[in-house]
């Protein structure tokens, strides 16, 4: 049975930072592409970033570039996100996912569509 299992998120003051886990079972992480996605209330799903196979390639949202770094440790069957300089619009519930497609960008240029498993999401909620 494969599970993707999200820990590491809270509530936390704007200018913070936190980093997700991503715990994979049941898959061999490194045969997948990663991606991160998020879903505020009332909006649509969004795309954060997404990792190739061996780290050589990140595809990462504008609205979370320079703050949000992705990562990981294929041996662990682990992936992370880091979330630096955290904002009031980065609240919502933060989703990981896998994907056998063969493309980094389009995985996260199709929202996660093509996903093959998705985690149960952990909330991350940014508040003064």
């Known amino acids: 049975q494969v599970q993707l299992v999200e820990s590491g998120g809270g509530l936390v003051q704007p200018g913070s930072s936190l980093r997700l886990s991503c715990a994979a079972s049941?898959?061999?992480?490194?045969?997948?592409?990663i991606g991160w996605f998020r879903q505020a209330p009332g909006k649509e799903r969004e795309s954060v970033l997404c990792?190739?196979?061996?780290?050589?390639?990140?595809w990462t949202a504008n609205s979370v570039k320079g703050r949000f770094t992705g990562s990981r440790v294929n041996a662990n069957n682990t992936m992370y996100l880091q979330m630096d300089n955290l904002k009031p619009e980065d609240t919502a519930v933060y989703y990981c996912?896998?994907?056998?497609?063969?493309?980094?960008?389009?995985?996260?240029?199709?929202?996660?569509?093509?996903?093959?498993?998705w985690g149960r999401g952990t909330q991350v909620t940014v508040s003064s």
């Open positions: 996912a896998v994907t056998s497609l063969a493309s980094t960008p389009h995985f996260c240029s199709r929202g996660g569509s093509d996903a093959d498993f």
């Open positions: 049941g898959i061999t992480l490194s045969n997948f592409i």
């Open positions: 990792l190739s196979h061996n780290s050589g390639f990140t």
